[in-house]
């Protein structure tokens, strides 16, 4: 099991960025995020795939959202701009192995195999 690390969360006002980082204990070929607002399920945000540089991103975030992997350090950052209030939420880092998955296969919680405690991100309007 690889262990995961967020940093980075805060508050925010609405229009600002945040750049959360999220360090691996080791290697993972998928690293991404997903998020979960009080009273809601988790859901999913970005991912991407080393093997194949593919990203994968929610259309509630994309434009505003971007992921980057820097894979010799086990780490991928999320980079958050013009933040919404809605985008409030606990922020989690997860990781897999490599599966044989599309787009819908890796926005599911259960196809990922490590997980961090999460950190708070909050937007104030």
């Known amino acids: 099991q690889v262990r995961l690390a967020e940093s980075g969360g805060g508050l925010v006002q609405a229009g600002g960025s945040l750049r959360l980082s999220c360090a691996a204990s080791g290697h993972r070929s998928v690293m991404g995020w997903f998020r979960q607002a009080p009273g809601k399920e988790r859901e999913f945000v970005v991912t991407?795939?080393?093997?194949?540089?593919?990203?994968y991103i929610a259309d509630s975030v994309k434009g505003r959202f971007t992921i980057s992997r820097d894979n010799a350090k086990n780490t991928a950052d999320l980079q958050m701009n013009n933040l919404k209030p809605e985008d409030t939420a606990v922020y989690y880092c997860?990781?897999?192995?490599?599966?044989?998955?599309?787009?819908?296969?890796?926005?599911?919680?259960?196809?990922?195999?490590?997980w961090g405690p999460g950190t708070q991100v909050t937007v104030s309007s």
């Open positions: 997860a990781a897999a192995q490599y599966r044989a998955l599309g787009a819908a296969g890796w926005g599911m919680t259960r196809n990922y195999d490590d």
């Open positions: 991407a795939l080393d093997w194949s540089s593919t990203i």
